[in-house]
């Protein structure tokens, strides 16, 4: 397991795992700076991993991890409509700068894919990545930004019902590309 956090005062991602991992890596992971003081470790301050990781997939990329790599999609990628109010403005922001850091990291993966797919680099040395997706962005793009920051229990009822309906719809049109191929095409994603 790994665990993104922002480095305040250096912008860089920090990523937590084995022992480093505990409630304040957690916390520092899920800190946004509008609502929250930054998590302070080992005299370091922390915000959301989001900011430049979100999330972190290149320790992924070690030989002995499995090709696969599920994201599963919190932020909508694309929106059908321009914002109009500041809310939605700046929940628009924040949906683009937190996928930034994913989408910049999806962009080296098929750049990897490419550059083996070409011949241009042997086989072997750079790791294939099988990416794979749960996402609902129809759902997202109906839900409003207070979503986020409110944990009303019917809402987190409704998104945990979502969430299991899209794993479900998943597995049901890709339980066979796991281990194989990619279920996201990031030639067309980035083309």
């Known amino acids: 397991m790994f665990i ?22 957690l916390l520092a992971s899920t800190c946004l700076p509008t609502l929250f003081r930054a998590v302070e470790i080992a005299g370091e301050a ?29 932020n909508p990628l694309g929106r059908d409509e321009v914002p109009h109010t500041a809310q939605e403005i700046q929940n628009r922001i924040n949906e683009i700068s937190f996928n930034t ?18 011949g241009k680099i042997e086989q ?4 294939w990545v099988n990416v794979h997706m749960i996402a609902d962005d129809a759902l997202m793009n109906e839900l409003s930004v207070a979503t ?28 066979s590309d796991v281990g194989r191929r990619s279920s996201v095409d990031l030639q067309a994603m980035f083309s």
């Not at 430049?52 to 919190?74: A, V």
């Not at 850091?101 to 070409?118: D, G, M, P, Y």
Request: glycine share 10%.
């Open 4 to 25: 993104g956090a922002t480095n305040v005062r250096s912008g860089k991602v920090k990523v937590f795992q084995g022992a480093e991992i505990g409630p304040d890596a």
């Open 46 to 74: 922390y915000w959301d991993g989001g900011y430049t990781g979100n999330p972190p997939l290149f320790p992924l990329f070690e030989s002995d991890y499995p090709e696969d790599i599920l994201i599963i999609n919190i």
């Open 101 to 118: 850091s994913l989408l910049r990291e999806l962009r080296a993966i098929s750049f990897v894919q490419r550059l083996i797919s070409e």
């Open 124 to 127: 072997g040395a750079m790791k």
């Open 148 to 175: 986020k920051t409110v944990a009303i229990p019917s809402v987190l009822d409704a998104l945990k019902g979502a969430g299991q309906a899209a794993a479900d719809s998943f597995l049901d049109a890709h339980r």
